[in-house]
């Protein structure tokens, strides 16, 4: 199913609709601030084989951020912080960072690096804060997979997603052209934040 909402936006019974779908196993594809994801709910770990598949890769090998809806969610899959460390997170969210976090016992081992680590996003989309408001967890994101060798808007038109994927996900939303860019990606493990990765959030040490 393809769901255009670039206009319109979300209605309530479609967001109601939606995180119904999700909640009960779903496998979405929707745009963030960044490039489109690829998602279901944390709890339905069930459905990452049809994820894997869809991206072509092991489960235990993805790299899987869970996108939260505000910092007191995300501060329920971390380790306490220090207040420093607090402020500078809330300085940038939501907004186009990943931030890697020391995990509490919350997040299942899977999604958990060898460091008992997990990345974390509070996405500034109103399609995706429209769901994550309403949801009680997490959505366990991955960017949809981009083919160098073929055309970009094979990865940025939902339309041309949907051709692609529809027989393999239960909805793909339409917000829209995407981009083919990236989250920042800060390592938040210490009180010192250091860039893993420059996005197109920008930081500066």
């Given at each position: 199913?393809l769901?255009?909402?670039?206009?319109?936006?979300?209605?309530?019974?479609?967001?109601?609709?939606?995180?119904?779908?999700?909640?009960?196993?779903?496998?979405?594809?929707?745009?963030?601030?960044?490039?489109?994801?690829?998602?279901?709910?944390?709890?339905?770990?069930?459905?990452?084989?049809?994820?894997?598949?869809?991206?072509?890769r092991?489960?235990?090998?993805?790299?899987?951020t869970?996108l939260?809806?505000?910092?007191?969610?995300?501060?329920?899959?971390?380790?306490?912080?220090?207040?420093?460390?607090?402020?500078?997170?809330?300085?940038?969210?939501?907004?186009?960072?990943?931030?890697?976090?020391?995990?509490?016992?919350?997040?299942?081992?899977?999604?958990?690096?060898?460091?008992?680590?997990?990345?974390?996003?509070?996405?500034?989309?109103?399609?995706?804060?429209?769901?994550?408001?309403?949801?009680?967890?997490?959505?366990?994101?991955?960017?949809?997979?981009?083919?160098?060798?073929?055309?970009?808007?094979?990865?940025?038109?939902?339309?041309?997603?949907?051709?692609?994927?529809?027989?393999?996900?239960?909805?793909?939303?339409?917000?829209?052209?995407?981009?083919?860019?990236?989250s920042?990606?800060?390592?938040?493990?210490?009180?010192?934040?250091?860039?893993?990765?420059?996005?197109?959030?920008?930081?500066?040490?």
């Amino acid at each position: 199913m393809l769901l255009r909402v670039f206009e319109t936006g979300l209605q309530e019974r479609q967001v109601l609709h939606l995180v119904h779908c999700i909640q009960n196993g779903g496998v979405m594809i929707y745009p963030t601030d960044t490039i489109y994801g690829i998602g279901t709910a944390l709890s339905c770990i069930n459905s990452l084989d049809r994820v894997a598949e869809i991206v072509q890769r092991r489960k235990e090998d993805m790299n899987f951020t869970l996108l939260c809806r505000d910092l007191s969610h995300m501060s329920q899959f971390t380790n306490p912080i220090s207040n420093a460390l607090f402020r500078t997170i809330k300085d940038l969210i939501p907004g186009p960072y990943t931030f890697i976090m020391n995990a509490n016992n919350e997040v299942p081992r899977l999604f958990q690096t060898k460091k008992k680590q997990v990345g974390l996003r509070v996405p500034q989309h109103p399609v995706l804060q429209s769901i994550l408001e309403v949801m009680d967890e997490p959505l366990l994101n991955i960017s949809l997979p981009v083919n160098e060798n073929e055309d970009e808007e094979n990865f940025t038109d939902p339309t041309l997603m949907h051709e692609r994927y529809g027989k393999q996900v239960d909805l793909v939303i339409d917000g829209g052209i995407g981009k083919i860019q990236y989250s920042t990606v800060l390592d938040c493990t210490q009180d010192e934040v250091g860039v893993i990765r420059q996005g197109i959030g920008p930081f500066e040490v």
